[in-house]
Antibody, heavy 115, light 107 residues
């Protein structure tokens, strides 16, 4: 069974930085692309970033391009999201997700950007 | 970028009703279309992937169909636990995009 556990969320001031982590288990992490998805309070789902199985290719939504960086450490079965220049509208629950099969979705970590 | 237009944005229905939700893609997505259900305060749950494949453990009253740019999620006979918000997702090409969501409420 795919298990994904996010951590690293919290309260940060506008302009600040935060690094999210997602620890994976239950599947061969190094064989699959991974994603970050977020959901602002009371809003819909927004795909944020994805990274190829090897880490050689990364993709970001226009809303975070140039500010967020996705990466992974396959030796530690861990996915990361480095978030810089945070804005109030980045406030959301951030989920780690694996689409395709096997499928998995984490429980999420809350990021609050507020002064 | 591919835009996903989901309709309706909200609807009300009764237990036992047949319900259909539609997602239209701005260009062809090779059937890389998934449907998710989300209940308040809960993590999204995948119902359908590859446009019509039922996720393991999901009741058979849920079905997906479509191809090219138009896709539908059908619930054949609504149950009380089905009242939730539904989202489509295209995972054909980056950036992936979700539909705006359909909130399904009890009539």
């Amino acid at each position: 069974e795919v298990q994904l556990l996010e951590s690293g969320g919290g309260l940060v001031r506008p302009g600040g930085s935060l690094r999210l982590s997602c620890t994976a288990s239950g599947f061969t992490f190094s064989s699959y692309a991974m994603n970050w998805v977020r959901q602002a309070p009371g809003k819909g789902l927004e795909w944020v970033s994805a990274i190829s199985y090897s880490g050689n290719n990364a993709y970001h939504a226009d809303s975070v391009k140039g500010r967020f960086t996705i990466s992974r450490d396959n030796s530690k079965n861990t996915l990361f999201l480095q978030m810089n220049s945070l804005r109030v509208d980045d406030t959301a629950v951030y989920y780690c997700a694996k689409f395709g099969s096997p499928y998995g979705w984490g429980q999420g970590t809350l990021v609050t950007v507020s002064s | 970028d591919i835009q996903m237009t989901q309709s309706p944005s909200a609807m009300s229905a009764s237990v036992g009703d047949r319900v259909t939700i539609t997602c239209r893609a701005s260009q062809g997505i090779n059937n890389y279309l998934a449907w998710f259900q989300q209940k308040p305060g809960k993590v999204p749950k995948r119902l359908i992937y590859a446009a019509s494949s039922l996720q393991s453990g999901v009741p058979s009253r849920f079905s997906g169909s479509g191809s090219g740019t138009e896709f539908t999620l059908t619930i054949s006979s609504l149950q009380p636990e089905d009242f939730a918000t539904y989202y489509c997702l295209q995972d054909n090409s980056y950036p992936y995009t979700f539909g705006q969501g359909t909130k399904l409420e009890i009539k």
